[in-house]
C-alpha cells in the first residue's frame, strides 16, 4: 500500500488524516461538522498536494519544523506533526507530494 487517508468521526464531528505507506500521519485535518466537508478536504488535498507552492514550511515555537498544505484560496488543508530536522520535513513533504494524489479512503466513521 502506498499510503491512506482515514476518515474519522469524533462525536458529531469529522477529520482525516494522510498515513504514508508506514502508516506514519503526514498530514491532519481541521475538524469538521459533515462527513461531506472532511470528504472535500480529501478532494482538495488530492489536488492541492503535487503542488509546491501549496507548502508552507514553518517551525513551531520550540523550533521545530513542520509544514501547513494549503489550498489555492490559501485557506488551510492539514497540518504536518512536527519534524526533528528540517530535512525530515522536507522528506515529509515529498511524501505527501507523492502519496497525496492517489491513496485510497479508509471510512472510519
Given at each position: 500500500m502506498?499510503g491512506?487517508y482515514?476518515?474519522?468521526r469524533s462525536g458529531?464531528?469529522?477529520?482525516?488524516v494522510?498515513?504514508?505507506?508506514?502508516?506514519?500521519?503526514?498530514i491532519?485535518s481541521?475538524?469538521?461538522?459533515?462527513?461531506?466537508?472532511?470528504?472535500?478536504?480529501?478532494a482538495?488535498?488530492r489536488v492541492?498536494?503535487?503542488?509546491d507552492?501549496?507548502?508552507?514550511?514553518l517551525?513551531?515555537?520550540?523550533?521545530s519544523?513542520?509544514?501547513v498544505?494549503?489550498?489555492a484560496?490559501?485557506e488551510p488543508?492539514?497540518t504536518?506533526?512536527?519534524?526533528?530536522?528540517?530535512?525530515?520535513?522536507?522528506?515529509g513533504i515529498?511524501?505527501?507530494k507523492t502519496v497525496?494524489?492517489t491513496a485510497?479512503v479508509?471510512?472510519e466513521?
Amino acid at each position: 500500500m502506498a499510503g491512506r487517508y482515514l476518515l474519522r468521526r469524533s462525536g458529531t464531528q469529522y477529520d482525516f488524516v494522510l498515513q504514508a505507506a508506514n502508516y506514519q500521519t503526514l498530514i491532519t485535518s481541521e475538524r469538521y461538522t459533515t462527513k461531506q466537508s472532511a470528504e472535500a478536504g480529501i478532494a482538495s488535498v488530492r489536488v492541492n498536494s503535487p503542488n509546491d507552492a501549496r507548502y508552507n514550511r514553518l517551525t513551531a515555537k520550540d523550533g521545530s519544523p513542520y509544514f501547513v498544505l494549503k489550498a489555492a484560496n490559501g485557506e488551510p488543508i492539514g497540518t504536518s506533526e512536527t519534524y526533528s530536522s528540517t530535512g525530515a520535513r522536507d522528506g515529509g513533504i515529498e511524501a505527501t507530494k507523492t502519496v497525496g494524489p492517489t491513496a485510497p479512503v479508509v471510512d472510519e466513521t
